[in-house]
């Protein structure tokens, strides 16, 4: 698929009509207050619902109950394999690069400023590192899983979110497009698809072509529970570059709202770093990954750790070399991984299941073994613009 600035306008215009007339209709009927409280109670697939949920939410909640029926299960096990090989590395991409992501795109920015607690932003940390960790179980679709529910009741935060927006003149929709459009939406799952592979990459980290090829056909599955229209979603790696790269063209760049949320990131994994010392090692992770240009947009301050943080690719080969010399090594590599993501989200979640609730108003300041032959390493697709 060919992506154009006329096809982009189209998709900036467009938002997710099942899930924005269930949210409509759930605020019209005064029922908001009510599903909140019963959807405390359904955090696993396949347990009943509870009495008394209004009808629309009943509606909404089995029509997307299960995932696209065009799932390649063999393929989102090997993306879960791939997660699990890569988990350290794939939460610091997701943490230094994706989100920061988000913030050099002024509308997302200011979106993001509106909608979350400025004074919680572990918050939304929290909330991606779970989803994602819900994603890569593997009972994330069965009966007993997380993810589910927790992708249905994100979809309609999303809807919620736009339904406020407008309902309050608070966006400028001629201006500015839907609240959370099919474009921003297709734009965040490159996000925390393809750059977070890119980002992998330019870490070092040695990925297989079928790897990396899988983790970005979870994600797609991800964007359709979601409500991102698949005609338009990139079906390749090589589409989503074209995609992200047009998009990026199209959106990124400073803002206040940017600065701001890019500042809270770093203040908030400086409290995760123990003792001061390696404090700066998050501004220079976050500028090496995202590159200088975004992270002076950003406001990231530039630190002595900026060189040392080159060399981290250096470092990973070493460990990658153990990895595949020592079985023993690589468990222990391993282990570490897992129990280094275990303790980051943790930290974030201060050891509670994040919910997700439709608000009920906005506040301005609401508070397959991934074993790599070297010659067949994955390399992100060439840049499609200058």
Known sequence: MTYTETSMDGLRAAGDELADATV????????????????????????????????????????????PSWVDW?????????FIDNNVHISTALSFAAMPACYVVPTVAKLLSATHGLKYPSKRMAETGQFTVYLMRPDAFEAGGRFVPAVQKVRLL????????????????????????????????????LLVLDSLHRLGIHMSTEGAEAYYYAWRVVGAMLGVDQEAVPKSLEEARQFLDLYMVRHMGPSEEGAQLTRQLIDLYEEVVPGTFFDPVVSALIRHLVGDTCADWLQVPRTPWDTVV?????LLGVLESIEDHSPLG?????????????LELSSLTRGRVMHYAIPEQLKKDYGVSNAVSRNRRWTPPAATVS
């Not at 405390?40 to 029509?63: C, F, I, T």
């Open 24 to 67: 409509a209709a759930l605020f019209e009927r005064g029922e908001v207050g009510t599903f909140n409280t019963l959807m405390r109670y359904v955090s696993v697939a396949g347990a009943p619902l509870p009495d008394g949920l209004p009808d629309v939410a009943r509606e909404y909640l089995n029509a997307t109950s299960v995932p």
């Open 330 to 342: 690589a468990w222990a590599l391993d282990r570490l991984g897992h129990l280094t993501s275990v």
């Open 74 to 82: 063999d393929e989102m096990e090997k993306a879960r394999l791939f």
């Open 158 to 193: 999303h809807a919620s979110i736009r339904h406020h927006l407008v309902r309050e003149n608070r966006w400028d929709t001629g201006a500015l497009g839907t609240p959370i459009c099919q474009e921003d939406m297709i734009g965040g799952q490159m996000f925390f698809s």
């Open 310 to 314: 080159r060399s981290v690719p250096h």
